[in-house]
């Protein structure tokens, strides 16, 4: 059992923490309120003390705590909390009363673990969570939804597969876009474009591993999940996600937003083992476009990067899969002509000219410039048809204590 705690999204120094009841405090933790009776069943044949010499009680066998708590985004005091012995209940005046909504819920697992809940942040009524019935055998995806503050609900799990590994730990609403749901199962994620009503895997190259929390991290709009076992993933820049509709999937190529993206320059670690197995990987430096292909083109996808003036900054070759593609631009410029040496180096008469007369500079001959701050005009090119263009915005790294007039300078 992981103490749940949640931070009130209405008041970050109001938080919750459960046991059988809800507690809340308002000063830091300081001092604490039990907002709520007992939530759970209280069942003392489920309580009793396990092992020989040694107990076994280690926190997993704990019967009777609460497992869940949510509050609602859209109405304060309106807070939903789920049991590991099966109970979902609501409050909607912050603690003061409580109804068990438990009967509601058609083919509840009696001592399933509701792993999670989200209270929905467009609709007060709404809200998902998920229930865990492994532990009784039963290893199939539970998902709920209710829209009237839990009187109905309905079970959402069309498309994911029946399987040793497909019950549910955590669902979660996505931030922008209503009807946008994604789910961790026990060996993988899955996303929902209609709320709940089909699902389909968003894997990729993500292991096939249980996925216990998600969250979108909304500043750069990343995909974030953590797995049983400390490991943490991130999807980058989920805009294709959350613009997809039947009409892009129509479309023969559809260019999607691009992400306003930060110019810096890296910072070494004082000091970072080379093989040190906790150490992340960082996405590629630069923008993420993102571009959908109903199929395979027969020519060429090329993606162009213009600034204000028109002028072409970087043309950047795509990748041609039907579906979505993604290529990075590395904020730099074409690479600088190509510089022709004459001559042969002084006392090297085995360097040779080329049939030509001319020989290559050494190493470091060719240099691309970081471009300034500024907005730029990203365009698609598909079967040589320029088929979308998008803005982007490039902006100043907010630690550069130069203005953006400064950087103009640099490369005018």
């Known amino acids: 059992w992981t103490m749940p705690l949640t931070i009130s999204p209405h008041d970050h ?29 209280n069942d003392k044949s489920k309580q009793g003390f396990s092992g020989g010499l040694t107990g076994d009680n280690i926190g997993v066998e704990y019967a009777g705590v609460v497992f869940a708590i949510a509050e609602s985004p859209k109405e304060a005091g309106t807070i939903w909390a789920g049991t590991n012995d099966g109970q979902v209940q609501i409050t909607r005046n912050g603690g003061k009363t409580w109804t068990n909504l438990t009967k509601n819920i058609p083919n509840m697992l009696i001592w399933g673990t509701v792993s999670n809940i989200e209270a929905s942040r ?16 039963n290893r199939d995806p539970w998902i709920y939804k209710t829209a009237d503050y839990g009187k109905t609900w309905k079970l959402i799990t069309n498309g994911i597969p029946h399987s040793m590994l497909s019950y549910a730990h955590c669902v979660r609403e996505d931030p922008v876009r209503q009807g946008l749901l994604y789910v961790g199962t026990e060996n993988g994620i899955y996303v929902s474009y209609d709320d709940g009503e089909n699902w389909e895997p968003v894997q990729n190259n993500l292991p096939h591993a249980p996925v216990y929390w998600i969250t979108v991290q909304e500043h750069f709009n990343d995909l974030v999940i953590s797995t049983y076992g400390r490991g943490f993933w991130i999807m980058d820049d989920i805009t294709p996600i959350q613009q997809m509709t039947a009409e892009v999937r129509n479309s023969n190529a559809h260019l999607f937003p691009v992400h306003a993206t930060y110019r810096f320059r890296g910072i070494t670690v004082p000091y970072a083992s080379s093989d040190d197995p906790t150490a992340g990987q960082n996405p590629p430096y630069g923008a993420s476009i993102n571009y959908y292909l109903k199929a395979t083109p027969s020519r060429d996808v090329s993606v162009k990067v213009v600034d204000a003036k028109g002028n072409t900054v970087q043309t950047i070759r795509g990748t041609r899969n039907a579906g979505l593609n993604r290529v990075w631009w590395n904020l730099r ?21 080329n049939a030509e007369g001319w020989r290559p500079m050494p190493e470091g001959g060719r240099m691309t410039v970081l471009v300034p701050p500024g907005t730029y005009t990203v365009k698609l090119n598909v079967d040589g048809q320029d088929v979308g263009s998008q803005s982007l915005a490039v902006l100043k790294d907010p630690n550069d204590g130069a203005t953006e007039a400064d950087i103009q300078k640099q490369t005018a």
């Open 333 to 353: 410029t074409e690479n600088s002509k190509e510089v022709r040496l004459r001559t042969a180096p002084l006392y090297a008469p085995d360097v040779k000219l």
């Open 122 to 137: 467009y609709n007060a009524g709404t809200a998902y969570f998920t229930v865990d019935g492994h532990q009784e055998n």
């Open 13 to 41: 120094n109001k938080v919750y923490v459960g046991s059988q009841f809800v507690h809340q405090t308002t000063d830091g933790g300081n001092s604490w309120q039990v907002i709520s009776p007992d939530l759970t069943l």
